[in-house]
């Protein structure tokens, strides 16, 4: 790519980043055997971590995807596996000139399995720190709900004490929902929300990614978001996407995902022209850099190959994203 150097020194910040989904066949086969955790041997997929890679390069849904991205987190057991998993990332992004993380995690997806939350909570937190110190990254925690669960379950998950501690101490930043988009509307985990809004939370939800415009809108009014994740179907509706626009709310896109996963063919099909043209801010992120085999760099260097943009319009999504960000106004100075 022509400004692959330029994009690489870019000063990055990556909003929309889970950190299962950072979990390398690699690191996935070393935990297996360390926790004694079986893989499905009806699956050659399983044969090898080279196997389940190629495997990983043909998904043909967000649930071919999630099917894989949930069985793979069977192997995370212990406080110090959630610490490798994350860490692996960090150092992915450091490399590819991320500042500062804000990053999502499922706590539903381990407390069903029996991990606690305060182990999964506090190998991130040990993962977090250490980029801090070594890397120079600033992080935050956010927690995601998964909306193909009932809402019963999501609105328990929220209020359990270990949760609620973790963010009354500042831990923890934010919540987000994610998992199966379509049948799971918005208003559904409104409840939620509300809650979140009163304890002084930040708050983001998948949004018009797999799902209609219609959910971006609803995620909008009926969830109070602060910001929407992947959000591309926003270009379907020019008004909402004016009133967007207008807000200043950042789409947290995912334009390698978005191709995987199916959302769109390719990546010259995504609306970043419109996007731009609209004013719509918006930050580009890797999802789920692992099971997609590329992190945040290659996205950048995918919407360059596409869209042939010049310096001052990566300068101008570089500062929205910074901008963005939930950090404090002096760390965002820092960074730009
Ligand atoms: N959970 C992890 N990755 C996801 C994605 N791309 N969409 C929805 N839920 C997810
Ligand atoms: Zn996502």
Redesign the pocket.
């Known amino acids: 790519t022509p400004l692959h150097d330029f994009l690489k020194r870019l000063p990055k910040a990556e909003h929309h980043l889970?950190l299962?989904?950072a979990l390398s066949p690699t690191l996935l086969f070393e935990l297996a055997k360390r926790n004694n955790i079986s893989l499905p041997t009806e699956d050659s997929a399983f044969n090898s971590p080279d196997s389940l890679q190629s495997r990983y390069g043909r998904f043909t849904s967000?649930d071919d995807?999630?099917h894989y991205?949930y069985f793979g987190m069977s192997v995370l057991i212990h406080a110090h596996d959630f610490e490798a998993l994350a860490w692996d990332y960090f150092q992915h992004a450091s490399a590819d000139g991320v500042h500062h993380a804000e990053v999502?995690f499922?706590p539903q997806a381990h407390t069903t399995r029996g991990v606690s939350y305060n182990t999964v909570l506090s190998g991130f937190e040990s993962a977090c720190r250490r980029a801090e110190r070594e890397l120079g990254i600033t992080t935050e925690l956010i927690t995601?709900f998964?909306?193909h669960l009932p809402v019963e379950d999501c609105l328990a998950t929220f209020e359990n004490e270990h949760v609620q501690q973790s963010y009354r101490s500042g831990a923890v930043k934010g919540i987000g929902l994610?998992?199966?988009?379509v049948g799971f509307p918005p208003h559904l985990f409104s409840e939620i929300y509300e809650k979140a809004r009163k304890q002084g939370l930040r708050r983001t939800a998948?949004a018009g990614?797999?799902g209609p415009v219609d959910f971006i809108a609803s995620a909008l009014d009926t969830l109070g978001i602060e910001r929407i994740?992947?959000g591309i179907r926003l270009a379907d509706d020019a008004d909402l996407m004016a009133k967007v626009a207008a807000q200043g709310t950042l789409l947290t896109t995912?334009p390698i995902?978005n191709v995987v996963?199916g959302s769109v063919p390719s990546i010259q099909d995504l609306p970043i022209r419109k996007f731009l043209d609209a004013g719509v801010r918006f930050s580009i992120n890797s999802?789920?850099p692992a099971?997609f085999g590329r992190y945040i760099l290659d996205n950048y260097c995918s919407v360059q190959e596409s869209f042939d943009l010049d310096v001052q319009e990566w300068g101008s999504i570089s500062r929205a994203g910074i901008e963005g960000s939930w950090c404090g106004d002096g760390r965002k100075r820092e960074i730009l």
């Open positions: 889970h299962e989904g967000l995807f999630l991205y999502f499922d995601c998964l909306r994610d998992s199966s988009e998948h990614g797999e994740d992947h995912c995902s996963l999802d789920d099971y």
